[in-house]
C-alpha cells in the first residue's frame, strides 16, 4: 500500500552532538555539536513525502547532477535522495555514533541509469561530522555516474560570511544570464545576489561566519567538484518548499563529481568519496 508519510528519523547521540537521518533519501536533517549551534540548515517548509526530496540537510545527489551531464534527465538530481534506503548499521563506538545505509539499483530500474550498483552511506560522528558515500558497479557494463552531498550550512547571515579555499579555482558560473561560462575566483566567495558555482576543486574550504562566531571547515578526499549555491531572493521565492525569507540564514558548499569529474567504473570497481565538517569558534 502507497503511504502518505516517510518513516520517522534515526536520533543518535555522542561526544560530538546529535544527529538525525532518514532512510528517505539517507538524508541527514540535523546535527547539533554539543558546544555550538545547528550545524545543518533545514527549511521551515520542507515536505517530508515519498517521491519528494527534503529541503535542507544533506541530499545525496547521485547518480547523476542537476539534469546530467546531457541535460535532459529527471528528477533532478538523480533518484537517490527520493528513494527508500536500508538501515545497514547503526552503532555507538567509543566516541563515535555510526549508521550507514545501503540502496541498490538494476539494469532495469531506471531508463536514465540502465545499470547494476550497490551505494552504501556512513554518517559518524566524533568531534567532528564525517560522510562516506560508496558506489559499486555490481553489473557486467561499465558505467560513469555523478555524485554529490548538497550540504546545507546553517550560518547568520549569507551577506556576511566568506568562503576560503577556492582561490585561483576555475568554476563554472551557473547564474550568469550570458549561460555556462568559466570563470576563476579570485580571493574569498562573497554573496551579492545568487550564487550557483561549480568549482574544480579538491581541497579543503571554509566558511567564516562572524555573526555565529565559528568557522566550518569542510574536508574531501576522492571528490574534484565542490559547489557554493545561495538561491537570493528571486529563485528563493521560486521554491514552494523553501521560505521567502530564509536565504540569508544559509548556504550549500556541496562535495562531489560533477561533469567532467563524473566517475568512471568498469565492473566490480568501487569507489568512495569523503566528506568531513568540524566546527571551530571564532573571536
Ligand atoms: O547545487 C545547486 C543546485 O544545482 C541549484 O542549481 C539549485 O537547483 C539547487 O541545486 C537545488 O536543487 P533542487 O532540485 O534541490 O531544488
Known sequence: MATSSIAPP???SA??????IYEHGAHLTSWIPADSAPVIWMSSMARFEPGIAIRGGVPI???WFGAGRSGDLMPAHGFARTQSWTLHEQ???GQDAVVSFTLHGSASDDANFPY????RYEVRLGSALHLT???ENTGSLPFTFEEAL???FSIGDVRQIHIEGLHDCRYL???DPHGLIVKEQQGAVRFTGETDRIYRSSGQVRIVDPILKRTLTIDKEHSASTVVWNPWIDKAKTMSDFGDDEWPSMVCIEGGNLRESAVFLEAGQRHDMRYSVHVEPIG
Request: charged share 5%; proline share 4%; aromatic share 10%.
Open 150 to 152: 548538497h550540504t546545507y
Open 15 to 20: 561526544s560530538g552532538g546529535s544527529i538525525q
Open 61 to 63: 545527489i547521485f547518480p
Open 116 to 119: 547494476a550498483f550497490a551505494a
Open 91 to 93: 552503532s555507538t563506538t
Open 10 to 12: 534515526i536520533a543518535m
Open 133 to 135: 558515500l560508496t558506489v
Open 173 to 175: 558560473d551557473q547564474a
